[in-house]
Each structure stands twice: as structure tokens, then as C-alpha cells.
């Protein structure tokens, strides 16, 4: 008795089992076929070509005339003075009437420009840093909005292909009960017709829906890469050598 209790549970676990198995490769197939990883490849690099990124390289520019007007501080800092006494311009120095020295001259350097300056170099080298680093923010997020958008017009566009026979169910069974109504057949109330009708207007509503969605998500791919989808399809192909 035991031993068949035994085998009934195992070949329960086994069914459970398999039907996981199933269940999760209905479900968890994240892996994209190959030419949907080429297009994507191809939308990020097209995005990456994006005007708004430009301005970073204007910022970089900006950064080191920066960094040489900060260096070139020292020069506005020296201050030169220097005179020459009545004898010496005049050349009439006499052992009576010499004077010493027969000219003079100074520097002056403000003490706290040698913490100011360097430190106004330093922080024109550091903003270099920070503009690298929001760069490089910009393209990962600029990566993640156009996969995001393809995937919500993948997602969309399989939406529509998955309503559309949907749609031609309800309209076929509403046209058949809309004759058989309209013949006056026994059997089709207006309750049913009625029905019929809305099941009808409710797939319809939803096909719209589902077309919107699928415009703006392509709208925003667009957006992005600067091109249409399809010549990005294309060029994708085109570099695959996919005719």
C-alpha cells in the first residue's frame, strides 16, 4: 500500500513538474531572436547620434578655456613697479650728487592668489570630470528610453496581431444575430442582439486603444533614434546582409 502511495505522489510531482516546466517556457522566454538583438543594437546606436549629446562636447571645449584662463590668472596677478632718480635719466650723477641705488624695482604678488589660483585650476580640471560623468548618465538613460520604447511598441504590435482575430470573431457573430434579428428569426431577443452589439463595439473600442498605443510607442522610437523605424529595420538588415 505504501509503495503504491509512493509512486502516486511521485507521478503527481512529475505532472507538476512538467507543467512548471511548461508553464515557464510559456512565460520566460526573455532571450530575443537575433534580428530583434541587431535591431535593437541598431536603435541604440542611432540614438546615440542624438543632437541633445552634442553638448557635451561644446561643454567640453568651454571646460578647457576654462582651465587655461584659470592658469593664466598668474599673470594678471604680477604687479610691476620700477623708477629711475633725476641723476640717472639726466646722466649727471657727480660724486657730489650720486645717489644709490640709481634705479629700483619690485614684484608684488598677492599672498593669497598661490590658494586662490590653483584652486580655481583645480576646480576647472574637476567640472571636465563632472561633464564626463553626465555623459555618461545621458547615453545609459538615452539606452534604456529607446529599448523601452521598442518594447512597448513590440509589445503593442503583438497586442494588435493577438486582437485582431479577436475583433473578426465578435464582428462575425454579431453580423450573424444582426440578420437573423432583423428576419425576425425566433430565438434572438433584443437582449441578445444588443449584446452581440456591444461585445462588438467593445472590441473595437479596445482595437483603437491598441493602435494608439502602438502610434505613440513608435512616435517616441522615432523620437529618439532621428529616423523612421522602418529605414532603422532597414539598415538593420542591411548590415546583417539581410536582403
Not at 538583438?37 to 568651454?62: C, H, W, Y
Not at 529599448?147 to 496581431?161: G, H, N, R, V
Request: hydrophobic residues 40%; glycine residues 4%; charged residues 25%.
Amino acid at each position: 500500500m505504501k509503495k503504491v502511495f509512493f509512486v502516486i505522489v511521485s507521478i503527481c510531482f512529475s505532472v507538476f513538474a512538467q507543467a512548471q516546466d511548461k508553464a515557464s517556457s510559456l512565460y520566460l522566454k526573455l532571450n530575443d531572436a537575433p534580428e530583434v538583438t541587431r535591431l535593437k543594437a541598431k536603435l541604440v546606436q542611432l540614438a546615440m547620434e542624438n543632437p541633445g549629446l552634442s553638448v557635451f562636447d561644446a561643454k567640453r571645449e568651454i571646460n578647457s578655456y576654462e582651465v587655461t584662463k584659470a592658469k593664466a590668472a598668474w599673470l594678471n596677478t604680477l604687479t610691476a613697479a620700477g623708477n629711475l632718480n633725476e641723476y640717472t635719466i639726466k646722466n649727471q650723477a657727480t660724486s657730489n650728487n650720486a645717489f644709490f641705488p640709481r634705479y629700483n624695482f619690485s614684484l608684488m604678488i598677492p599672498l593669497g592668489n598661490f590658494i586662490t589660483i590653483p584652486n580655481d585650476v583645480k576646480i576647472a580640471k574637476t567640472n571636465k570630470k563632472v561633464i564626463n560623468y553626465t555623459q555618461d548618465e545621458a547615453r545609459r538613460k538615452l539606452k534604456a528610453d529607446v529599448l523601452d520604447a521598442y518594447e512597448q511598441y513590440a509589445s503593442a504590435k503583438k497586442l494588435l496581431e493577438l486582437q485582431a482575430p479577436l475583433l473578426e470573431d465578435v464582428l462575425t457573430q454579431y453580423k450573424q444575430i444582426e440578420e437573423k434579428f432583423s428576419k425576425g428569426e425566433k430565438g434572438i431577443t433584443v437582449e441578445e442582439y444588443n449584446t452581440a452589439y456591444r461585445n462588438y463595439n467593445g472590441e473595437m473600442v479596445r482595437k483603437v486603444m491598441v493602435e494608439k498605443e502602438l502610434r505613440l510607442a513608435k512616435n517616441e522610437v522615432e523620437r529618439l533614434i532621428g529616423i523612421s523605424l522602418e529605414e532603422a529595420i532597414l539598415q538593420s538588415q542591411a548590415e546583417a546582409g539581410i536582403k
